[in-house]
């Protein structure tokens, strides 16, 4: 659902604060409209993850299509360029362009880029020993970002993030510990598997959730033997980009996106989203959703014809 309107300085902060959150979004930007459409061009708005718009591109018309489209492309990773409008007003469609036709009262048309935000992982490394800093400048050089700690608060642990703790004996069990209630994305352990074994035993004696402690892992990086320690930063980061890759770090993998049940509305013909804010009215046991309050009125007044044109349409 929509948020109170935003300007574009708004929206652009909310985009900040979303990746600085890790998590994954969609930003919108009208490049082209014509009235008498609400949108403007340049409006700008923001799908997240779970539906939520933040910001302005359009009225109720052009809703329920930037949801569906906006998480769809967040799904594939790929941007789109959307022409929303009357069919009868939308002409030669370019090539590249995803036309979606529209039934709005108010005739207008918009064309809407769409492009996924896919966060850059944070790597935090705790410990201060050679690996350690050598690992956090392999992980800016990716462009990711990299952030050394002697010691780990929960709270400085980003949604969606690597927790590598290197302390090497100085304190293992309690960089673990807050590492684990942090609840990374991915946390990986510095220390031989024998090692291992101890600090998460200490871990499962001490109360930490089973689940959280059998999800480290142990020793961290890719199994290369006898290794300097620039090779094992190496190591740990070649392990990163594969988790990266299969999606479970940082949302680099969009993956599936749930999306929001869909119905036609019966008067107009425009596509709503099928939940309360679509005004409801049963009829012969069969729920219909409106696009305004004059569709639903229009249908209540005489039902009848409308139910026999869904029923026409669906043979």
């Known amino acids: 659902m929509y948020e109170e309107a935003q300007d574009g300085w708004s929206v652009l902060e909310k985009a900040v604060e979303l990746s600085r959150a890790g998590e994954r979004f969609v930003l919108a930007t009208v490049v082209w409209r014509q009235g008498p459409s609400s949108g403007k061009a340049g409006s700008k708005a923001i799908v997240t993850e779970s539906?939520?718009?933040?910001?302005?591109?359009?009225?109720?018309?052009?809703?329920?299509?930037?949801?569906?489209?906006?998480?769809?492309?967040?799904?594939?990773?790929?941007?789109?360029?959307?022409?929303?409008?009357?069919?009868?007003?939308?002409?030669?469609?370019?090539?590249?362009?995803?036309?979606?036709?529209?039934?709005?009262?108010?005739?207008?048309?918009?064309?809407?880029?769409?492009?996924?935000?896919?966060?850059?992982?944070?790597?935090?490394?705790?410990?201060?020993?050679?690996?350690?800093?050598?690992?956090?400048?392999?992980?800016?050089?990716?462009?990711?970002?990299?952030?050394?700690?002697?010691?780990?608060?929960?709270?400085?642990?980003?949604?969606?993030?690597?927790?590598v703790v290197a302390t090497q004996g100085h304190g293992d069990e309690d960089a673990l510990t807050a590492a684990i209630e942090a609840e990374p994305a991915w946390v990986g352990l510095v220390a031989s598997a024998k090692r291992g074994e101890v600090v998460l035993g200490y871990l499962r004696d001490h109360g930490a959730r089973e689940d959280r402690v059998d999800a480290v892992q142990v020793p961290a990086g890719l199994d290369l033997g006898h290794t300097t320690h620039r090779e094992m930063a190496a190591s740990i980061l070649a392990e990163l980009v594969r988790v990266r890759a299969t999606g479970g770090l940082g949302g680099a993998s969009a993956g599936p996106v749930e999306q929001a049940a869909t119905a036609i509305d019966p008067v107009c013909g425009m596509e709503v989203t099928a939940d309360e804010s679509s005004r409801p009215l049963e009829h012969d046991g069969t729920s219909y959703y409106f696009c305004c309050p004059g569709c639903r009125a229009a249908f209540a007044a005489d039902p009848e014809s409308y139910t026999r044109s869904v029923h026409a349409d669906q043979e």
């Open 51 to 163: 539906g939520e718009v933040h910001g302005w591109i359009g009225g109720a018309c052009a809703e329920p299509v930037l949801i569906r489209e906006a998480l769809a492309a967040l799904e594939h990773g790929e941007p789109k360029l959307l022409l929303l409008g009357m069919e009868d007003v939308m002409g030669d469609v370019p090539d590249g362009m995803v036309s979606v036709p529209i039934s709005c009262q108010s005739d207008g048309a918009l064309q809407v880029h769409i492009e996924p935000v896919i966060p850059t992982p944070t790597v935090v490394v705790v410990g201060r020993s050679p690996m350690a800093h050598t690992l956090v400048e392999l992980v800016d050089a990716l462009g990711w970002h990299g952030r050394l700690a002697e010691s780990l608060a929960t709270e400085e642990v980003p949604a969606g993030s690597a927790v």
